[in-house]
């Protein structure tokens, strides 16, 4: 592994740094995030079972209207993690703080997955209702746009650049693409185009079971994403903390070679 | 068609979740391996 400084370091753990004695820690797990796991697996195997077995068909659309119990929970997820990357960069953007970066940078990787599954799902569904895979419809161009606009948000948190400038940089695209999300959200309403209007509001007209299949798959999908970044953030965290630490070895290193130099003159890092 | 097309979007969502979040575990099971205990905050 390479770190920031250039140097490669086949291993972070050394003689400095003997203190994994105790008990072994493995992986990013917690007694918090086994239970909510748990929970999450028990809660997406109730929405299978209502979505794809007691749910019944739709008049119109027939069964391919289970594709809404992954459709929809799906954007739910996606806004939800931007609504998160919004508030991480805007913290980050006040007080430069890791954890907000890091926040929002794990929260953003979770909203471009689950937008990536969004427009998935859509397009099988659309091929079944509309007969086509894609159609240039404000909606499908307005979220493939934000899907564009988050990976490279992505893209600038890999950019190799000085920690600060790129976590300052990534906040300022986190805070300007939420207003696409705003547009992803408003664009059944501001023009007219393939897609059908907002599933849930004051005139919905799903019936009971299906609405429950929905309701139930949303909760599912929400903890799914919740248990996601809560691992995402730690691993991030850790990554951090491997960077930082191959840089002090790097920085020690040319520090203890400068002093041993020919002229014993300590000289400068 | 509908239910190719539905089963392929479960599969595709489930099976994508599956394989992002079995992704994420492995990567912090190898980084726990390699950093000390003092500094692993926020682990739980």
Redesign the interface.
């Known amino acids: 592994m390479t770190n920031a400084a250039g140097t490669t370091n086949a291993?972070?753990?050394t003689a400095e740094?003997?203190?994994?004695?105790?008990p072994a820690?493995?992986?990013?797990?917690?007694?918090?995030?086994r239970i909510l796991g748990w929970l999450a697996i028990v809660t997406?195997g109730l929405s299978?079972l209502f979505g794809?077995i007691l749910s019944r068909p739709e008049v119109n659309t027939?069964?391919?209207v289970?594709?809404m119990y992954?459709?929809l929970p799906?954007i739910a997820v996606a806004y939800l993690a931007f609504s998160v990357t919004l508030i991480g960069s805007a913290a980050y953007l006040r007080n430069q703080s890791v954890f907000w970066d890091l926040l929002a940078g794990s929260a953003a990787e979770i909203g471009v997955?689950f937008t990536?599954?969004l427009l998935?799902?859509g397009s099988?569904?659309g091929?079944?209702t509309w007969g086509t895979y894609w159609e240039w419809d404000p909606r499908l161009t307005s979220t493939a746009v934000m899907f564009v606009m988050y990976l490279g948000y992505l893209a600038i948190r890999g950019l190799d650049l000085p920690q600060e400038t790129r976590s300052r940089r990534a906040a300022i695209v986190g805070v300007v693409a939420v207003f696409n999300v705003v547009i992803v959200h408003y664009s059944v309403q501001w023009w007219r185009g393939l897609h059908q209007g907002q599933t849930i509001g004051v005139d919905t007209k799903l019936d009971g079971l299906m609405l429950f299949s929905l309701f139930l798959s949303v909760v599912a999908f929400i903890l799914?994403g919740t248990?996601?970044l809560i691992?995402?953030?730690?691993?991030a965290?850790?990554?951090r903390?491997?960077d930082d630490?191959l840089l002090s070895e790097a920085l020690d290193e040319r520090r203890s070679e400068a002093s041993a130099g020919p002229s014993g003159v300590e000289g400068r890092v | 068609?509908?239910?190719t097309?539905?089963t392929?979007?479960?599969l595709?969502?489930?099976g994508?979740?599956a394989g992002?979040?079995a992704s994420?575990?492995a990567?912090?099971?190898r980084?726990?391996?390699?950093?000390?205990?003092?500094?692993?905050?926020?682990?739980?």
């Open positions: 291993n972070v753990m740094t003997p203190a994994v004695a105790g820690v493995q992986g990013t797990g917690s007694r918090a995030t997406m299978l794809l027939g069964d391919s289970r594709l992954v459709h799906s997955v990536a599954f998935i799902s099988l569904w091929r079944t799914v248990w996601l691992h995402r953030f730690r691993v965290w850790l990554e903390q491997i630490i | 068609m509908e239910w097309h539905v392929i979007g479960h595709v969502v489930l994508g979740t992002y979040a994420v575990l990567r912090g099971r980084l726990t391996a390699r950093i000390p205990v003092r500094r692993r905050r926020f682990l739980g």
